[in-house]
């Protein structure tokens, strides 16, 4: 069995995962979405205090299993420094006190991954990859080799739902939020603009979309001036242009690249809207669509431990004195992941 620890953010989480057969034995999680929400953002420094608390308790429970431990993983990049640490430590100790390797996680590859969760791979395959820290479209052909096709200029998918809701003075994560006023919101009451809508680039951008968000607020006499209906309507056509503006940008890549296997993976991948979007589109380009689990689509050990079922059976091992925080720099659309 291989025990996986996930901190990169605000959600502290441990797994044990079976070699053999993929399976899930043991998984908990505890989000701090809760400490978090008033600053409409998650406080690093919070954070990591929190995750000092939890880990231990969690990893508690899962005494029982420490004979049977072959191998223990975590993820070391991207996230929030002082919060991966937290996992790191934890890791580095179990690995030196029981005397098993140790295996360095990438997060968005722990991501892709839950679509794996108690299966088998599915490759090669497409992913959007929509987090609270990154918008991509990556190719993914192998374990090995996982080709950027298209990576966000500003905000990410999740940042911008985060900060709308916290411009409407709502609370965190925004996604869920804002896709549930939405519901009962008319998305063509204001006419937000759909970003590089007229640009060649394949890109990902969302800041402007964000400043017209500000803006009509601003219209609207601020947060604090907008009724329950304006509310519903802006959240209904701020995710409306979110949605036109992935999916012209996907339409672009579906046009050169053939595999018939697209996912959607990441936090926002939750969100129904954008994913029937996506069924959609999919269905023009004769494409089948895959999303992990609800419960797997946010931060979660359960994916970080699938990941190293494939790392252990590699033997894609890392010094346990050695292993430390990737400070990872932006990649660029045509580099691996
Ligand atoms: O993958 P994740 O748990 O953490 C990162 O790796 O960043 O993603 C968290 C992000 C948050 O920004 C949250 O607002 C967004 O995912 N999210 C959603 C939905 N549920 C969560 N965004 C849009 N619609 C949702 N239903
Ligand atoms: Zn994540």
């Given at each position: 069995m291989i025990l996986s620890i996930e901190s990169s953010c605000d959600d502290s989480s441990i797994a044990i995962t079976k070699?053999?057969?993929?399976?899930?034995i043991f998984h908990k999680k505890i989000s701090q979405e809760i400490e978090h929400s008033s600053y409409g953002g998650v406080v690093p420094e919070l954070a990591s205090r929190l995750h000092a608390i939890d880990l231990p308790n969690i990893l508690e429970e899962c005494k029982p299993y420490f004979d049977e431990l072959k191998a223990v993983a975590v993820t070391?990049?991207?996230?929030?420094g002082v919060t991966l640490l937290e996992g790191i430590a934890m890791a580095k100790t179990i690995a030196v006190t029981l005397n098993i390797p140790l295996i360095e996680v990438h997060h968005l590859k722990g991501h892709i991954y839950s679509l794996f969760i108690e299966k088998e791979e599915i490759l090669p395959l497409l992913v959007l990859l929509i987090s609270g820290g990154h918008t991509q479209i990556i190719r993914v052909e192998s374990f090995e080799k996982m080709t950027i096709l298209a990576t966000s200029i500003d905000d990410s998918v999740g940042e911008s739902f985060d900060k709308t809701a916290k411009m409407m003075g709502l609370g965190y994560p925004g996604g869920p939020i804002i896709e549930k006023l939405a519901k009962n919101g008319d998305e063509n009451r204001f006419d937000l603009p759909v970003p590089?809508?007229?640009?060649?680039?394949?890109a990902f951008s969302l800041s402007g979309l964000k400043n017209a968000v500000r803006l009509t607020i601003e219209s609207l006499g601020g947060s604090e001036n907008m009724s329950q209906q304006d509310r519903c309507d802006l959240s209904a056509s701020f995710q409306k242009a979110v949605k036109l503006h992935l999916i012209q940008k996907s339409k672009k890549i579906f046009e050169k690249e053939k595999i018939k296997d697209f996912a959607i993976v990441g936090g926002a991948s939750a969100n129904i809207y954008i994913r029937e979007a996506y069924e959609e589109l999919c269905k023009k380009f004769g494409k089948r669509v895959h999303t992990a689990p609800l419960k797997f689509?946010?931060?979660?050990a359960g994916m970080i431990g699938r990941y190293a079922i494939e790392a252990y059976k590699k033997k894609l091992f890392v010094d346990a004195y050695e292993i430390e925080v990737i400070h990872t720099k932006k990649r660029e659309a045509g580099s691996i992941l």
């Open positions: 070699i053999e057969n993929n399976k899930l070391n990049q991207p996230g929030l590089l809508r007229n640009s060649k680039l394949i689509c946010s931060d979660n």
